[in-house]
Antibody, heavy 125, light 107 residues
Framework: QVQLEESGPGLVKPSGTLSLTCAVS?????????WSWVRQPPGKGLEWIGE???????NYNPSLKSRVTISADKSKDQFSLKLSSVTAADTAVYYC??????????????????WGQGTLVTVSS | DIQMTQSPSSLSASVGDRVTITCRAS??????LNWYQQKPGKAPKLLIY???SLQSGVPSRFSGSGSGTDFTLTITSLQPEDFATYYC?????????FGQGTKVEIK
């Protein structure tokens, strides 16, 4: 079964760039699914950041689009997140997630499964 | 953006109770609605996709219904392991959005 694991620095300075990588195991990033990043500030709800397809196509949350870059390395079955000009408001647990695309009763649907365990990134000097 | 509003924000229930959580979309999203369960310190887990399809391995006491703007997650006979926070999420728009969550606590 597909498993995802995030890695990267747990502490980033304000105005710096947050960089995380998600390693996919038990499956290929080149499968017919998208690969997403979702974040959750401490004690708060979930926010979709963006996604990438193995072709390199991306979609981003407009609220973050100017600061976000998601890329993929098919040879390593990994995808990455870069978020620039971070502030304390970017402190959150960051999850990498498979964005499943599948037919349900002849209609294409999309859902998030599975999720990585999450990694807390704190923005602080 | 499509806004997702859950109610209630929290509830207290006893083991064995029937629990219903509602999710309302700010516009019609057909059946493009998913439900997740999150326990403290853990990643969310998919329960229901496409409004009413039960994810493999999820107990049958969980069920989802609805279409358009109004959706419901029902847990029949609440179990100790069901105390958690539940989120709805729409996949109608490329900009996926979540409800604010409903925390189910022990009475």
């Amino acid at each position: 079964q597909v498993q995802l694991e995030e890695s990267g620095p747990g502490l980033v300075k304000p105005s710096g760039t947050l960089s995380l990588t998600c390693a996919v195991s038990g499956g290929s990033i080149s499968s017919s699914n998208w690969w997403s990043w979702v974040r959750q500030p401490p004690g708060k709800g979930l926010e979709w950041i963006g996604e990438i397809y193995h072709s390199g196509s991306t979609n981003y949350n407009p609220s973050l689009k100017s600061r976000v870059t998601i890329s993929a390395d098919k040879s390593k079955d990994q995808f990455s997140l870069k978020l620039s000009s971070v502030t304390a408001a970017d402190t959150a647990v960051y999850y990498c997630v498979r964005s499943v695309i599948a037919l349900v009763v002849a209609t294409t649907h999309n859902w998030f499964d599975p999720w990585g365990q999450g990694t807390l990134v704190t923005v602080s000097s | 953006d499509i806004q997702m509003t859950q109610s209630p924000s929290s509830l207290s229930a006893s083991v064995g109770d029937r629990v219903t959580i509602t999710c309302r979309a700010s516009q019609s999203i057909s059946s493009y609605l998913n439900w997740y369960q999150q326990k403290p310190g853990k990643a969310p887990k998919l329960l229901i996709y496409a409004a009413s399809s039960l994810q493999s391995g999820v107990p049958s006491r969980f069920s989802g219904s609805g279409s358009g703007t109004d959706f419901t997650l029902t847990i029949t006979s609440l179990q100790p392991e069901d105390f958690a926070t539940y989120y709805c999420q729409q996949s109608y728009s490329t900009l996926r959005t979540f409800g604010q969550g409903t925390k189910v606590e022990i009475k």
